[in-house]
């Protein structure tokens, strides 16, 4: 493995860090105080370095909330959390999520809800069918592990799964 230091919305930066690999892990986050949308700018990097290097799999993270889930995360979380607090957070989401579908890349949006540090449980729910309802959690281990199963796996391209327990 191969850390590179840098800026994500340095295409150059990315050039360097997509160069020679077989695949793109996005845990790409912002801060609901920062006003440059970090995702969706990183995005617009990160698949013209990929497309350059014929590097074809992304899996990246966004939120439970974002787009057409968002009626499914709770009316607190909807109108507090989403609606004023992460406001530019969940549209930085959304706008990368789109810059994703737009390509032709074999790309998986993992939504996740909140997340913790605690301990992995090697177990979790995903679904696109808005079967999973409510700001459930997942620890941070377990979603790395969903998303590294992605790169063996088809069956979520081209689709936005929620994960959480």
């Not at 996740?112 to 729910?125: A, D, K, M, Q």
């Amino acid at each position: 493995m191969t850390v590179v230091k840098g800026n994500p919305l340095d295409a150059a930066t990315v050039e360097r860090a997509i160069a020679n690999h077989d695949a793109v892990l996005s845990a790409l986050g912002g801060r609901p105080w920062r006003s440059v949308p970090i995702c969706s700018g990183a995005m617009r990097n990160i698949t013209a370095a990929m497309t350059h290097h014929k590097v074809r799999r992304i899996v990246a993270i966004s939120t439970f909330g974002a787009a057409e889930t968002r009626a499914h995360v709770g009316w607190v979380a909807r109108h507090l959390l989403f609606g004023l607090v992460l406001r530019g957070e969940v549209a930085d989401k959304e706008a990368m999520e789109k810059e994703l579908a737009a390509t032709d890349l074999e790309w998986v949006v993992v939504r996740v809800g909140l997340l913790n540090s605690g301990p992995p449980r090697h177990e979790w729910r995903a679904a696109d069918d808005r079967s999973i309802q409510g700001m459930g959690k997942i620890a941070r281990a377990d979603v790395a592990a969903f998303m590294l199963a992605q790169l063996r796996c088809d069956d979520w391209l081209g689709r936005r799964p929620v994960v959480m327990y």
